[in-house]
Each structure stands twice: as C-alpha cells, then as structure tokens.
DNA sequence: AAATCGTGGAA
DNA sequence: TTTCCAAGATT
C-alpha cells in the first residue's frame, strides 16, 4: 500500500465523515446515494434520500412503482435520467439477480446509470472489491497531489487518473473507509476554493502545494456559450385542475409533467381548440421566469386561461388533469413547479380582491 | 468525442 | 450579478 493511501486512511478514521446516512448501509442505499450524489451536492441530497427510502424502503418496492411515481420522489433534483435509469436498474436486478444487488464492479457497471467510477463505490463500499473511484473529488486531489495538468474532462487526462487510482489501491478490507477518506478530503479539505492545507493529511507530498500552484489546480475545464432559448407555456384550468403532458422520454425533463407549450407564432386559444380540442378563455399571463440550465438558458412565460365547457376528451389523449392539491407530490421540473405555485396564489390574490 | 442532461450553493 | 461546478453517465 501507497504511503499517500497509509495517510488518508488514518485521517478518515479520526476526521472523516462518518455520519452520513448512507454510510455503513446495505447496497440499495449505497447505490441510491451515489446515483443522487452524481453532481449533486451532499447537502441538496440529504432530504432527497431519506423521503425516496421513506416511499420505496426496498429494490422490490422501486421496481413494482411506476415510473411517474419515481419521478415524483425526485421531482427538483435535477437530472432525470438518474431517476429513469434507477427505476429500470431496480427491474433488472429483481429480474436477474432475484432481487440480489450484483456484487462484481463488472456486473454492477451494466446496470443503467451506473458508470465506472459509481460501480466501483458502490462495489467498495458494500463488497470491499479492490476498484477505484474517480469522481471530481478524486479528480481535484489527484490534479494537486501529483501537479497533473489538463482538462479533467479531456480523455488523456482521465486515463492518467484512472491509472494512478488503480495503483493506489489499498488492501480490500480498508477499500471502504480509502475510498470514502477520498471523498472526504475532496469535499471537505481539498476544495475548489481555499483548500485548508494546514490540515491535509497528505499536504507533505502534495505538488501542487510545494510548486505553490494550489490554486490554478485543476485546471478550469473549457466553458461555451449558453444559448438563449424562450417558451410560452399554456397552464389551462378547469376547476382546481390543471393540464400536463408527460415529456417524452429523450430530451430535457423527460417523464416529468409539464404544461403545454405552445409555438412561438401560435394564438393561444386557436392553437389550444385544433391541437388539444380545448376551448378556453385567456385570463392573464404571468410574469417571466428565467430559468438556467447548465447548458442554455431558458425564458419562460406562462398564459393562464380557463377552459369554457366539460367535455374535452380529445385533451386526455395528450396528458392529464392534476389537482391542485396534488401539484406537491407530482412530478414537475423545478422551475414548471414555481410557475404554477405563481399562477395559484395570483389567482388567490385575484379571488380575496374579488371578495373584498 | 463532444453534447446533453438540472438545480442550487458558494464565492 | 456572474461564474463555477458538485460522489457522472449516456450517446
């Protein structure tokens, strides 16, 4: 074992974080938290975690939900593909594995939304199986550590670290607590900004450190542009109810429920009677919202109408009818939540003006 | 191989 | 306000 390896372990043990809710848990939580984590921070997916168990407390329960309920329990935490991905894993592993998590790295990288470097902690930690992570934190320690220049993201940098990583290995009974003292350090000493390296375990040999380059490592990774992009939303009520279609599958929040949107030249009401067979009446349109992605930016602008009359079948075919009081369990994208939280209380704020 | 896929926290 | 990016995977 690696001297750098020797050092975090002993650090993990008397600094590390050990009071994680997954930490210690069987595969389906360990699984679970490293599918959340993936660029999501700790601290966002802490209530995420323990409301999902809360709902589906076993691999059984999550593959017998359907996917829209899935969805709803990650409603807001972005990436939905995880969600899609976990659900489907959670099938094959009940219909494969008779309901057992598959304990090979190898194995357990087949699963959908499960890559190299969360197949193997989740092998580490649940299995003691000798196979490196390399996630940002890793990425971030090693660019200091060993001085390795280079985009994280670029390939030929990736390999190196997959290399160095491997040749780090500790024995397999101290791969869980390595493993996690990697994480550790990344996230709560060897941080983007202000690394406390007065506390660093492994400061001594860090070259970045003695070449006083801790700061311009890792190298930034290449920005673009983010594209301005705009939609008009149509959220029709009918009653307490309103109009959501289910995304398709690819593309951005697929699976979720998200009002129509309706195209740039269309009049509202005329395009709403021929695409969705609804006749409704424009009350007001809301104010906008832009909401930011990682990749463009979106302007979002919402008409509010009611729906005149009772029979609108041909609607049905295209999405549903969600209560307002079912609007917190379901499965909405972030920014689609805020829109409709805004349209009903301006429509409560509407109502008490009217009453007054 | 480069683009795509969310959201929110931190500086 | 802007910028960066977090326990990455997929195509």
Not at 101 to 123: H, K, V, Y
Request: net charge positive; with cysteine; glycine share 6%.
């Amino acid at each position: 074992m690696s001297d750098f390896s020797r050092r975090l372990i002993a650090w993990q043990h008397k600094h590390g974080r050990h009071d994680l809710p997954w930490s210690g848990a069987d595969p389906y939580r360990v699984w679970l938290s490293e599918i959340m984590l993936q660029q999501t921070q700790v601290a966002t997916v802490v209530g995420y975690f323990e409301r999902f168990l809360v709902r589906f407390p076993d691999i059984a329960a999550l593959a017998a939900a359907s996917q829209e309920d899935v969805l709803a329990l990650w409603s807001g935490l972005g990436y939905y593909a995880r969600a899609r991905n976990l659900h489907r894993a959670a099938r094959i592993v009940m219909e494969q594995y008779g309901g057992q998590f598959p304990r090979q790295p190898e194995q357990i990288q087949q699963l959908p939304g499960i890559g190299r470097s969360t197949a193997a902690a989740i092998a580490a930690f649940c299995f003691n199986a000798r196979s490196p992570i390399l996630d940002g934190n890793v990425k971030r320690v090693f660019a200091r550590q060993f001085g390795m220049d280079g985009d994280p993201a670029a390939r030929a940098t990736e390999e190196r670290m997959w290399q160095t990583a491997q040749a780090l290995l500790p024995a397999a009974a101290a791969m869980p607590r390595y493993t996690q003292a990697l994480m550790d350090l990344g996230a709560t000493l060897c941080t983007r900004s202000r690394p406390r390296c007065d506390q660093c375990p492994v400061a001594a040999s860090c070259v970045a450190r003695a070449e006083n380059r801790v700061a311009e490592l890792p190298s930034p990774r290449a920005r673009r542009v983010k594209p301005n992009k705009s939609a008009r939303y149509l959220l029709a009520w009918r009653g307490d109810e309103v109009f959501l279609e289910i995304r398709p599958p690819a593309g951005i929040w697929g699976g979720l429920l998200v009002p129509p949107e309706i195209p740039p030249d269309a009049v509202a009401a005329d395009w709403c009677r021929r695409e969705l067979g609804l006749n409704v009446a424009f009350e007001r349109e809301l104010a906008p919202l832009r909401h930011v992605f990682t990749h463009f930016v979106l302007d979002m602008r919402a008409l509010v109408c009611r729906v005149q009359g009772s029979a609108n079948l041909a609607a049905e075919a295209h999405g549903r009818w969600v209560k307002a009081g079912q609007l917190a369990g379901a499965a909405l994208p972030a920014p689609v939540r805020l829109l409709l939280d805004a349209a009903l209380s301006s429509a409560r704020r509407a109502d008490s003006d009217i009453a007054e």
